[in-house]
Antibody, heavy 124, light 110 residues
Framework: EVQLLESGGGLEQPGGSLRLSCVASGFTFSSYAMSWVRQAPGQGLEWVSGISGSGGSTFYADSVKGRFTVSRDNPKNILSLQMNSLRTDDTAVYYC?????????????????WGQGTTVTVSS | QSALTQPASVSGSPGQSITISCTGTSSDVGGYNFVSWYQQHPGKAPKLMIYDVSNRPSGVSNRFSGSKSGNTASLIISGLQAGDEADYYCSSFTSSNTRVFGGGTKLTVL
């Protein structure tokens, strides 16, 4: 079964850091671009970041550029999001998601597998 | 990157058809055939319903279809069912090599 499982969320103070992880199973992880998408409480979806299958190309929303870093460990099937200089408006459920089409750079087609999400709360 | 524009809500009766629009610009929706649609039930993760404007992933009912004209994409749901009641989001690839979502549309089945 194709599955994504996020972890690493929690409560952090403004200016702090958190590292999210997403463990993938059931598919050839290195063949697919991956993305992080977040959803603030009661709000819509916001694309945060994407990374190519090899990890050699990364992409960010303007709202997180320079503060967040996406990476992947293909042998371990793990996608990560390092979040620094956290702000209160980073509070959200963070989902990792797999692209529907393999070997596409930049990721663009659609995201067909999603994790259950991990909650990040930034508050003093 | 500004969010794509969707109606806040739409409604329809069981068996009817509804259309949800998604308006962007020539830098996103109008410039690429990379529009996708997602269904989200409360407290659940989003589910891909349409990708590349009109392609359905395996397992998605053929009651769901997509199209695009200029800077506006559309999701059409025919034969409305109670289980279709959910939030729907469009998304597009952009000229900045990023993705942008719409604000979401709440579908109510009357």
């Amino acid at each position: 079964e194709v599955q994504l499982l996020e972890s690493g969320g929690g409560l952090e103070q403004p200016g702090g850091s958190l590292r999210l992880s997403c463990v993938a199973s059931g598919f050839t992880f290195s063949s697919y671009a991956m993305s992080w998408v977040r959803q603030a409480p009661g709000q819509g979806l916001e694309w945060v970041s994407g990374i190519s299958g090899s990890g050699g190309s990364t992409f960010y929303a303007d709202s997180v550029k320079g503060r967040f870093t996406v990476s992947r460990d293909n042998p371990k099937n793990i996608l990560s999001l390092q979040m620094n200089s956290l702000r209160t408006d980073d509070t959200a459920v963070y989902y990792c998601a797999k692209d529907v089409t393999s070997s596409v750079i930049p990721p663009r087609n659609g995201m067909d597998v999603w994790g259950q999400g991990t909650t990040v709360t930034v508050s003093s | 990157q500004s969010a794509l524009t969707q109606p806040a809500s739409v409604s329809g009766s069981p068996g009817q058809s509804i259309t949800i629009s998604c308006t962007g610009t020539s830098s996103d929706v109008g410039g690429y055939n990379f529009v996708s649609w997602y269904q989200q039930h409360p407290g659940k993760a989003p589910k891909l319903m349409i990708y590349d404007v009109s392609n359905r992933p395996s397992g998605v009912s053929n009651r769901f279809s997509g199209s695009k004209s200029g800077n506006t994409a559309s999701l059409i749901i025919s034969g409305l069912q109670a289980g279709d009641e959910a939030d729907y989001y469009c998304s597009s690839f952009t000229s900045s090599n990023t993705r942008v979502f719409g604000g979401g549309t709440k579908l109510t089945v009357l």
